[in-house]
């Protein structure tokens, strides 16, 4: 019986850390972050650096939050806390400290057990067992306490991965996506993005196909140095995702890994510009700009890409083709034409039906405030200007062919009322010269120089 109360007593430590799990539990008051995306966070602050503060939860979760990602206010908080914790330890804390190095440790609960423990020790062991075993017991119980403590504390952090910590896309995994395509683009980054450079031409044919045409052409567009395109490399969950069908009606939602913009599904008009016949084979056509882009999913560069993305939406995360990253059948896809992948990080997946690529944006952009929705542009991105005035729609005109006839000079070929029309153009650096031939054989030029 004695000998029971013993092993009680010297496991008590165990079963005691067992149930608490962590210096809070359900009721214990806790501080509220508030994130700059909406989101609220519940946990008090345990220790912090320069970049991030990592948050004690319920039953001894671990939270890592960036500073930048939390609302100026809470940033502030969050810094006079650093600034005391460092004041208190004297030294600057490395950017992943181990957790089970964690401060902040209750010692007193714990020196409490341990001398309540001695002291049944003392009730419950004859004199003569107490005299050799004591020390050993004694020994064994602070052991336990400090092996209790540790176990406590080395209850993992959340999830890297977890949306409330954004975490970083690899420049690797962007690489891997881009490279196949260096041919016609280049790309460099910082800390925040992945840029793109690109002359908006992409290596495949392009126009072929369109039925309902605006009259613009492709001509490379001034997609480089400070206008390249930015991709998120933290990108981070949207509370309240903005749905394609009524945002971002202007300008680009993605970007293919080719270098093309991918627009919006539904054109200007909110028609779904695939089904009206404006997309050539490709998925693509131009704007007023005469600026290449696609309205659909490029699946066609799956051919190229393989299982590798085969754009990224201007939120950050990863458009695939019509399978998994591992070759597996696509799962099923939720509201906004994603889900998260094996690595618990959402991505999308192009497909051949409406919505095609971005249905809500499920990563949080910034938009344009000085264009509201439907028409709100996420920023940024990169821009482009007209080189000659807008054309408009040449109804029962279908492209029958288009033709690289140099590095700087295209041709296209249309039909319109069973006769054949070209447009034959060429450009020496930001000057554009336009060789219209009727149905008749009838020709005219017209020249224009990007401003
Ligand atoms: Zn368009
Ligand atoms: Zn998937």
């Known amino acids: 019986m004695k000998k029971l109360a013993l092993i009680l007593c010297l496991i008590f430590p165990f079963w005691v850390q067992a149930h608490v799990g962590g210096h809070y539990s359900q009721g214990d008051l806790m501080k509220i972050w508030h994130l700059q995306n909406g989101?609220?966070?519940?946990?008090?602050?345990?220790?912090?650096?320069?970049?991030?503060?990592?948050?004690?939860?319920?039953?001894?979760k671990i939270l890592t939050i960036p500073i930048h990602s939390l609302q100026k206010a809470d940033q502030k908080i969050a810094r006079m806390k650093i600034a005391k914790y460092e004041s208190l330890h004297e030294f600057n804390v490395p950017f992943q400290l181990p957790i089970s190095s964690k401060p902040n440790i209750p010692w007193l609960p714990w020196i409490s057990i341990l001398f309540i423990s001695i002291l049944g020790l003392h009730s419950l062991v004859p004199k003569k067992h107490l005299t050799w075993s004591s020390?050993?017991?004694?020994?064994?119980?602070?052991?336990?306490?400090?092996?209790?403590?540790?176990?406590?504390?080395t209850i993992s952090p959340s999830s890297p991965t977890s949306?409330?910590?954004?975490?970083?896309?690899?420049?690797?995994?962007?690489d891997s996506a881009f490279n196949p395509y260096k041919k016609t683009i280049s790309t460099n980054y910082d800390d925040t993005y992945y840029y793109v450079n690109?002359?908006?031409?992409?290596?495949?044919?392009?126009?072929?196909?369109?039925?309902?045409?605006?009259?613009?052409?492709?001509?490379?567009?001034?997609?480089?140095?400070?206008?390249?395109?930015?991709?998120?490399?933290?990108?981070?969950?949207?509370?309240?995702?903005?749905?394609?069908?009524?945002?971002?009606?202007?300008?680009?939602?993605?970007?293919?890994?080719?270098?093309?913009?991918?627009?919006?599904?539904?054109?200007?008009?909110?028609?779904?510009?695939?089904?009206?016949?404006?997309?050539?084979?490709?998925?693509?056509?131009?704007?007023?700009?005469?600026?290449?882009?696609?309205?659909?999913a490029p699946l066609h560069l799956v051919a190229t890409s393989g299982l590798k993305p085969i754009a990224f939406a201007l939120d950050g995360f990863a458009v695939y083709g019509s399978k998994e990253p591992d070759g597996s059948t696509m799962k099923a896809l939720d509201a906004y034409h994603g889900h998260e992948g094996s690595n618990s990080v959402y991505h999308y997946h192009g497909t051949a039906d409406y919505p095609y690529v971005v249905g809500s944006m499920r990563g949080k952009v910034s938009t344009d405030p000085a264009t509201p929705a439907p028409e709100n542009q996420i920023l940024p991105q990169a821009f482009t200007n007209s080189v000659r005035p807008a054309l408009s729609a040449l109804k029962g005109a279908t492209i029958t062919n288009f033709e690289t006839l140099s590095a700087t000079s295209y041709l296209l070929t249309y039909t319109l009322s069973a006769k054949k029309y070209t447009v034959k153009y060429s450009w020496v650096n930001n000057t554009f010269t336009f060789l219209f031939t009727d149905g008749d054989g009838k020709q005219s030029t017209e020249t224009y120089t990007r401003k």
Request: charged share 10%.
């Open 39 to 60: 989101q609220h966070i519940e946990g008090n602050f345990a220790y912090g650096n320069a970049e991030s503060i990592h948050l004690e939860q319920l039953h001894g």
């Open 135 to 153: 020390p050993i017991f004694m020994t064994a119980l602070f052991i336990s306490l400090i092996w209790a403590c540790k176990t406590e504390t």
């Open 163 to 174: 949306p409330i910590v954004p975490t970083k896309t690899s420049i690797s995994f962007l």
């Open 198 to 296: 690109s002359n908006g031409i992409p290596e495949h044919n392009m126009m072929v196909g369109i039925t309902s045409w605006q009259q613009q052409v492709p001509i490379p567009q001034p997609y480089s140095g400070n206008n390249h395109w930015s991709i998120p490399l933290k990108p981070v969950y949207e509370a309240t995702p903005l749905s394609t069908k009524t945002n971002f009606m202007k300008g680009a939602v993605a970007l293919a890994v080719n270098g093309i913009p991918i627009f919006n599904a539904l054109n200007n008009r909110g028609e779904d510009s695939f089904v009206i016949g404006e997309l050539d084979q490709w998925g693509g056509h131009c704007g007023r700009a005469d600026d290449y882009h696609y309205h659909a």
